[in-house]
């Protein structure tokens, strides 16, 4: 990973905003600037310089860093040491940056004594700015976290769905990814069957899941830190028509959606498109999320494909495509892909079959 090259651009977006230095508390974003992934840790960064702090657990863990960032042991409780090295690095009546949506109230404070007056501006979002765009080590680590759901989709639909409680299929996905050579699932597995399907983030219950119905199977494993999303909707028998035709619906409008998704084009329109198409069905009530959002370290972040979204797709952008049919009482469609932006359009990355498979 390019650590010394993602430190570097954001000091000079540091330098831009017009800050001295700019302190990282968020352990994501911290990961994203080192690929430190402890619990304890602060980065520093002004324009051509940063500093990285943990306590001694640690030190053994981090002297690779040194390589690119100078490291630096502080006592377990790291704010006043964090705090008085970030005043050292300010330049006079400079002013000091942190990330006001991760830092609590009280630790704000903590910090604005500490600095004794210095000048604090909330930099909130300017690692995750530089995260959006995904370079070709990131993409790669991406795309071996998205090839090993499909072995796992396979698994569940070999050994059949019917019967089984959705909490045995819950865990069977675990053990599924853990096989796969995941480092260990990205989320919680939603598995909704049933009327349980028109709930988008039903959580397994130990209920046993009924034939002749859908059932909607949202999953993803994480590689080297590096998430991947996918959602499966099988049949466990003959479907009614709503549930059929809602089924149809949805594919349609998921493709809709994938062959949007270009470089130039916003999120609001990716998700109008595929919205637009639900509603000439019918269905416009029953599709109240968004279409998509953005995949990489965490397995929600920018950018969003969404009514509002203002965001303009680039190449290296990793975003999911998820269109739903939710019918209150009957059940419920979702097909998610995990695709990347490229040049000309998207690459899917999750390659596993979106016509509707059938298993018992």
């Excluded at 071996?144 to 045995?168: N, Q």
């Excluded at 796969?180 to 349980?196: K, L, M, N, T």
Aim: glycine share 12%; charged share 25%; net charge negative.
């Amino acid at each position: 990973m390019r650590y010394a090259d993602r430190l570097r651009r954001l000091g000079d977006d540091i330098e831009r905003r017009g800050g001295g230095a700019m302190l990282v508390s968020n352990p994501t974003n911290i990961r994203y600037l080192t690929g430190f992934s402890g619990s304890n840790a602060m980065v520093i960064v002004r324009p051509g310089d940063a500093v990285f702090l943990t306590d001694f657990r640690y030190l053994e863990r981090v002297r690779p860093l040194a390589e690119f960032i100078e490291v630096k042991q502080v006592n377990q409780e790291i704010l006043a040491p964090a705090a008085e090295q970030l005043g050292s690095m300010l330049g006079t009546d400079a002013t000091a940056g942190f990330e006001g949506d991760h830092l609590s109230h009280d630790r704000h404070q903590a910090l604005a004594r500490e600095l004794d007056g210095a000048r604090l501006t909330s930099m909130s979002g300017a690692v995750e700015q530089l995260r959006v765009v995904k370079d070709d080590d990131e993409l790669a680590v991406i795309r071996r976290a998205a090839a090993l759901l499909e072995p796992v989709y396979a698994g569940l639909a070999g050994r059949g769905l019917g019967g089984r409680p959705e909490r045995d299929v819950a865990w069977q996905i675990i053990e599924l990814l853990h096989g796969a050579g995941a480092d260990g699932p990205s989320f919680s597995a939603i598995v909704a069957s049933g009327e349980r399907g028109a709930l988008p983030h039903a959580e397994p219950e130990d209920v046993a899941i009924p034939r002749d119905t859908l059932v909607t199977i949202d999953l993803g494993g994480m590689v080297d830190g590096y998430c991947s999303d996918c959602t499966r909707t099988f049949a466990t028998g003959d479907l009614p028509d709503p549930l059929a035709e809602a089924y149809r619906i949805v594919q349609a409008a998921q493709q809709a959606g994938l062959d949007a998704v270009r470089p130039g084009v916003t999120g609001q329109h990716v998700d109008s498109v595929v919205r637009d198409l639900i509603a000439e069905a019918g269905h416009g009530e029953h599709f109240q999320h968004g279409t998509g959002h953005g995949v990489g370290l965490d397995i929600h972040e920018a950018p969003r494909l969404n009514r509002t979204s203002d965001a303009t797709l680039e190449p290296g952008m990793v975003v999911t495509v998820e269109p739903g049919i939710y019918l209150p009482g009957v059940g419920g469609v979702r097909i998610e892909d995990l695709v990347v932006v490229t040049a000309d359009g998207a690459e899917r990355l999750t390659g596993y079959p979106k016509d509707l498979i059938t298993t018992g």
